[in-house]
């Protein structure tokens, strides 16, 4: 899979609110239209969110959901993966519901509880709505709360709908976690790891910290028990990320969930811009973006026909 690469796009976030760009996807009609155009550049996964379309709010809402990952079906070959992770307001259940009522190839599953701090981002000069300065200024007391009760619980309802879950890990103790989840049965290799560096609360974008992580996780479950990806959040962290991935023979996740800038001094215009960034870079690396059905096999899903939208 070495000259592959997998390019996913988070498309819109849980952790961003509109103020922050306005090339944001809000609306249905924007988050498609977004995720057909991401995959089109290279994305082969589209990680999805969904927003309240009056405000911009994040919110779990299954008929918004459902009318994204319809429509998106309808235009897309790519792997539509929502969220489990969610927002800052949602519970487990709400979160954890897309699962049972969609049946999606792979939804994301959050194994550490950490205080996901974006309060800094209410400091910078931007015309907020009232709603969008709690929500991040609210994040200093925010734990993103995957407690074992909660991962046992969505493991239970993957492992039920055929989902394959893309294990998030921000930190190394999560590996730990994710190990004694392991010895409890509740999950098994082979994983899909995703690496999230850059949340304040868990890590840093740094490279030492990925190849730590990277190592720690090939000790503990083998170097042929995950296939895994990298997300750096910010930039230029996302870019910085995207590159030591794939000189490490890693997969690669861009999109305006985690950054929002394609320069230091200039914002993207739209996720496609951020996609093109991130196929421009591996061509540098002779690697080369794999279509949906490699990042299919790849990733043992078991198809976008066994899914109920
Ligand atoms: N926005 C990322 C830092 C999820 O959706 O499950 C976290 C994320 C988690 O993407
Ligand atoms: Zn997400």
Same mark, same amino acid.
């Given at each position: 899979m070495d000259e592959k690469v997998i390019i996913t796009c988070a498309v819109t976030g849980g952790m961003t609110v509109p103020a922050q760009s306005s090339a944001i996807p809000i609306t249905v009609e924007q988050i498609v239209e977004d995720g057909v155009a991401a995959a089109e550049a290279g994305a082969s996964v589209l990680h999805i969110h969904v927003r309240?379309? $009056?405000?911009?709010?994040?919110?779990? @809402? &299954?008929?918004?959901? @459902?009318?994204?990952?319809?429509? &998106?079906?309808?235009?897309? @070959?790519?792997?539509?993966?929502?969220?489990? #992770?969610? /927002?800052?307001?949602?519970?487990?259940?709400?979160? %954890?519901? *897309?699962?049972?009522?969609?049946?999606?190839?792979?939804?994301? =599953?959050?194994? /550490?509880?950490?205080?996901? +701090? =974006?309060?800094t981002i209410a400091q910078r000069d931007l015309d907020f709505q009232p709603w969008e300065l709690e929500y991040l200024e609210g994040t200093r007391d925010y734990i993103f709360k995957n407690t074992f009760a909660d991962v046992t619980y969505l493991a239970g309802l993957?492992?039920? %709908?055929?989902?394959?879950?893309?294990?998030?890990?921000?930190?190394? +103790?999560?590996?730990?976690?994710?190990?004694?989840?392991?010895?409890?049965?509740? =999950? $098994?290799?082979? !994983?899909? *790891?995703?690496?999230? &560096?850059?949340? &304040? +609360?868990?890590?840093?974008?740094?490279? @030492?910290?990925? *190849?730590?992580?990277?190592?720690?996780?090939?000790?503990? !479950?083998?170097?042929?028990?995950?296939?895994? $990806?990298?997300?750096g959040v910010g930039y230029p962290g996302e870019f910085q990320l995207a590159a030591l991935s794939m000189m490490l023979g890693g997969n690669i996740r861009v999109g305006l969930e985690d950054n929002l800038r394609v320069r230091r001094t200039e914002n993207a215009k739209s996720n496609v811009e951020l996609v093109e960034k991130a196929v421009a870079l591996a061509d540098l690396f002779d690697r080369v973006p794999a279509t949906p059905a490699? %990042?299919? %096999?790849?990733? +043992? =899903?078991? #198809?976008?026909?066994d899914t109920d939208f």
């Open positions: 309240e379309e $009056s405000t911009g709010r994040p919110v779990a @809402d &299954l008929e918004l959901f @459902d009318r994204v990952l319809t429509q &998106l079906k309808e235009r897309t @070959d790519a792997v539509l993966q929502p969220t489990t #992770g969610g /927002g800052r307001h949602m519970t487990i259940i709400e979160r %954890a519901a *897309i699962v049972p009522r969609f049946r999606p190839e792979m939804a994301t =599953l959050n194994v /550490g509880s950490f205080n996901f +701090g =974006l309060f993957m492992d039920a %709908a055929g989902t394959r879950p893309e294990i998030e890990i921000y930190d190394v +103790g999560h590996l730990f976690n994710l190990r004694q989840l392991v010895k409890e049965g509740v =999950l $098994s290799p082979p !994983f899909n *790891i995703q690496f999230v &560096l850059g949340v &304040l +609360g868990a890590n840093m974008v740094d490279p @030492d910290q990925l *190849i730590h992580m990277l190592r720690t996780a090939e000790r503990i !479950f083998g170097v042929d028990s995950f296939t895994w $990806s990298a997300a490699e %990042a299919r %096999a790849h990733l +043992g =899903l078991k #198809g976008s026909q």
